[in-house]
């Protein structure tokens, strides 16, 4: 079946760097971009950006950029956001989403990233 | 860009009815079609409910309806049931090929 499985829960300090991986499976990976959401806790849903997984263009919500890459690795069909210079802030559970025609249609698992000094 | 309004919560019996309105700008909900709707229990995933203002997706019940007016988009649930208690974000697209969520709207089930 179609789902996006996500990397395992990380614990990072601050002003270190965070990797968060998105399998994707049961469908063709360059059909359709990859949006990243983030949730930090107790709040509501921040879009954080996109990338198109066909030809690798990106666009980044303006709060990230500068500290934010996405990329994807089409052999493995898996997605990535690195963030840079963790905040405690920064502490949120962060989910991709298939992104097709402007609808966030399939979500991965979600993984939690938590900085702390 | 700030997020898009909706009401911290709404409540209602079960049957009843309610709306969550969804409040953005000239620049993003009232300049495009490409309006969703997302539910999330705690703890979990969102689901989509909504795209393009008023479509539903495979699978989600047709007790969920959307629409707009204007720059103010809204989710209607009629027969609300106890499994529909949970959070709902509206989402729009905005911009420079960017998007914007709303603020949030709990829905409680008396």
């Known amino acids: 079946q179609v789902q996006l499985v996500q990397s395992g829960a990380e614990v990072k300090n601050i002003g270190a760097s965070v990797k968060v991986s998105c399998k994707a499976s049961?469908?063709?990976?360059?059909?359709?971009?990859i949006t990243w959401v983030r949730q930090a806790p107790g709040q509501g849903l921040e879009w954080m950006g996109w990338?198109?997984?066909?030809?690798?263009?990106?666009k980044y919500a303006q709060k990230y950029q500068g500290r934010v890459t996405m990329t994807t690795d089409t052999s493995t069909s898996t997605a990535y956001m690195e963030l840079t210079s963790l905040r405690s802030d920064d502490t949120a559970v962060y989910f991709c989403?298939?992104?097709?025609?402007?609808?966030?249609?399939?979500w991965g698992q979600g993984t939690m990233v938590t900085v702390s000094s | 860009q700030s997020a898009l309004t909706q009401p911290a919560s709404v409540s209602g019996s079960p049957g009843q009815s309610i709306t969550i309105s969804c409040t953005g700008t000239?620049?993003?909900?009232?300049?495009?079609?490409?309006v969703s709707w997302y539910q999330q229990h705690p703890g979990k995933a969102p689901k989509v409910m909504i795209y393009?203002?008023?479509n539903r997706p495979s699978g989600v019940s047709n007790r969920f309806s959307g629409s707009k007016s204007g720059n103010t988009a809204s989710l209607t649930i009629s027969g609300l049931q106890a499994e529909d208690e949970a959070d709902y974000y509206c989402?729009?697209?905005?911009?420079?090929?960017?998007?914007?969520f709303g603020t949030g709207t709990k829905v409680t089930v008396l």
């Open positions: 989402c729009s697209y905005a911009p420079g090929n960017t998007r914007l």
């Open positions: 049961g469908y063709t990976f360059t059909s359709n971009s």
């Open positions: 393009e203002v008023s």
């Open positions: 989403a298939r992104d097709k025609n402007f609808v966030f249609e399939i």
């Open positions: 000239n620049s993003d909900i009232g300049g495009y079609k490409y």
């Open positions: 990338i198109s997984t066909y030809k690798g263009d990106t």
